[in-house]
């Protein structure tokens, strides 16, 4: 069985199939951190972040040496902020009730 389309209506159906059709790509290994704040640290700001999370908990910092460590250039200084995602995910999802998730700037 052939089936024939007009150039018109193969213009239709592509416009019919094409938000069907996704192309996923894996998700990276590495994200700045300003890529990851929502998903990741509830929206907080990178000043908080860094209060709360990486200084509250030094061994999650890939300088000071811990075993895996998930966050490189913690305090930005002449770098930028990355994260190793695989890391971070397991180790915020274990970690998550020892956070002050409402605890203010100073």
């Given at each position: 069985m052939e089936i024939n389309f007009s150039s018109d209506n193969l213009?239709?159906?592509?416009?019919?199939?094409?938000?069907l059709l996704t192309i996923s790509q894996p998700e990276?290994?590495?994200a700045k951190l300003k890529d990851v704040r929502d998903n990741l640290f509830a929206g907080?700001?990178?000043a908080w972040i860094r209060l709360y999370v990486f200084d509250?908990?030094?061994e999650v910092q890939i300088e000071n040496g811990h075993q895996g460590a998930w966050v490189?250039?913690?305090h930005g200084k002449g770098s930028v902020t990355k994260?190793?995602?695989?890391?971070?995910r397991a180790w915020m999802h274990k970690h998550?009730?020892?956070?002050?998730?409402?605890?203010?700037?100073?």
């Open positions: 213009k239709e159906l592509a416009q019919l199939v094409a938000p990276p290994d590495w907080k700001s990178p509250a908990f030094p490189k250039g913690a994260i190793y995602l695989p890391y971070a998550h009730n020892e956070i002050s998730w409402t605890a203010k700037m100073p």
